[in-house]
């Protein structure tokens, strides 16, 4: 069977997207060759991104064990990309089994794969959204009938806004969800930076992303970053790169070498 006939009704397995090149990264399988080749020609430009990635994954898992340990009990992760080892339901649900989470994407292949996944967990629900309407995410039937924004709720924005092109909107985005959110919610955000990679090497990695689902990718400095915290209290240790962010001793976290560096905090509603 070939690709085109393995993929989704409306899906074009010759265009490559990020959710499957990040799967790629972490060694995963769901991805098609268009995807394989475009994160190749990636890591041509980028040699440290496989190790971006993990320490990524690795920065989501301590974040939201450390919220779930803190009592936070209702989770929504936007833009939560294919399922891999270690998602957000099943560090949260063995911290506290009483949790409820919910995923957002507005991939097709990303939906079928975490329905089938999750079709049997009852903790968690999947909905179609995108990420540059906040509102409709926040106010979709299946989110209000999981979510109950009287308590505090933790926001996931992990590796997404740096697909939004336009500073104003990444930075509207991130705080629409911190206004709608209940005093003592959180908001996690990472986001890469061009780290030391030379203006060409970020100019053919733009043009890499350009063509993927997503338009491309757009690196930001620590200053535009720390303002997709505004109106939050971020917590220590501040805005850093992800794998300094509290690292854990039990786990195997790669610091990036040179090149691409993507960083992280957390973000608490007053």
Do not use: C
């Not at 010759?14 to 475009?38: C, E, H, I, Q």
Request: proline residues 7%; glycine residues 8%.
């Amino acid at each position: 069977m070939t690709e085109r006939e393995q993929a989704p009704a409306g899906i074009d397995p010759t265009v490559p997207s990020v959710a499957r090149m990040y799967d790629y990264y972490l060694g995963g399988k769901d991805n098609f060759a268009s995807d394989r080749a475009a994160g190749d020609r990636i890591v041509e430009l980028v040699p440290n991104v496989k190790d971006v990635a993990r320490s990524n994954r690795a920065f989501l898992g301590r974040t939201v064990r450390h919220l779930a340990a803190a009592g936070i009990r209702q989770f929504i992760d936007i833009g939560a990309g294919l399922p891999t080892q270690e998602n957000v339901h099943q560090v949260v649900l063995r911290e506290a089994p009483d949790s409820r989470i919910v995923y957002v994407d507005n991939d097709p292949i990303v939906l079928v794969h975490a329905r089938a996944l999750l079709a049997d967990n009852p903790q968690t629900t999947v909905i179609s959204g995108d990420l540059r309407e906040p509102d409709a995410i926040l106010d979709h039937p299946e989110v209000r009938e999981r979510i109950d924004f009287d308590q505090p709720v933790a926001v996931l924005m992990v590796s997404i806004l740096h697909f939004v092109a336009d500073d104003k909107e990444a930075a509207d985005i991130a705080t629409s969800f911190g206004r709608r959110l209940a005093s003592g919610s959180h908001v996690v955000i990472s986001h890469v930076t061009s780290g030391d990679l030379s203006e060409e090497q970020v100019r053919q990695g733009r043009g890499v992303y350009g063509t993927t689902t997503a338009g491309g990718v757009f690196p930001r400095t620590l200053t535009q970053i720390r303002g997709l915290f505004d109106g939050l209290e971020i917590l220590e240790p501040g805005l850093v790169p992800v794998y300094d962010w509290r690292p854990d001793p039990s786990d195997v976290v790669i610091p990036p070498g040179a090149g691409a560096v993507t960083v992280g905090a957390v973000g608490r509603v007053p």
